[in-house]
């Protein structure tokens, strides 16, 4: 069975993903995991330390500015799951506005950032990379302030890694997950729109905690 945006889209609403084995292996696999990793939407804080990071590091972020350039770069790792099936189909859904990018630039050189899905009210992220110190953290802050804008009921990560928990990620069972994921796929929320927020108004619209 060939990969294509609409096939892609239907997993996403059953709550499974495609992955690869690595970026040479033209076969590609599902994947619906037992135990799933999440982002409470409305639980997210911002610590103290990447709060002094937004504050003083004078990023530049952008939305869908430059798609291609960030998955191309979280594949650019030694083992990854993209290959170039992948690649491509999700250029497709970002073509049809169902993939997002949000970009983490410095003196205009790409930093860091994330991509993923939307469908519904769920947000499906799929990887980020960090080429600078927190890079990675000051897109995931933006993110999360942006799905909370713009009305997300879910933001899924696939698998919880120790990473993503000490970002403030969680894991729950499949039930659970499968819930979650039909409240969101019911739901409605676009995840243009919203104004990206200054660096101070991101910060007051997130407890800060230690």
Not at 111 to 120: H, N, P
């Amino acid at each position: 069975m060939s990969l294509t945006p609409d096939l892609l889209l239907h997993a996403y609403s059953v709550g499974v993903f495609p992955m690869a084995e690595h970026r040479e292996d033209d076969e590609i696999f599902w994947v619906d995991p037992k135990r799933r990793g999440i982002f409470p939407i409305e639980d997210f804080h911002i610590s103290r330390s990447l709060a002094k990071t937004i504050r003083k590091n004078g990023f530049d972020i952008s939305v869908n500015r430059a798609f291609g350039a960030v998955v191309e770069a979280c594949a650019d790792r030694d083992e990854t799951w993209i290959n170039a099936e992948i690649y491509a189909r999700y250029q497709d859904l970002h073509a049809m506005g169902n993939a997002h990018s949000l970009e983490v630039w410095s003196d205009e050189v790409l930093v860091g950032g994330l991509y993923g899905v939307s469908l519904g009210a769920g947000f499906f992220g799929e990887s980020m990379f960090s080429r600078q110190r927190d890079a990675s953290k000051v897109a995931l802050a933006y993110l999360m302030d942006r799905l909370m804008q713009a009305g997300f009921r879910l933001c899924d990560t696939q698998f919880l890694t120790p990473h993503l928990a000490s970002l403030g990620a969680i894991e729950i069972s499949r039930a659970a997950y499968k819930a979650r994921l039909k409240t969101a796929i019911d739901g409605m929320a676009d995840f243009s729109p919203p104004a990206l927020p200054s660096p101070q108004l991101l910060l007051q619209r997130m407890t800060q905690t230690s």
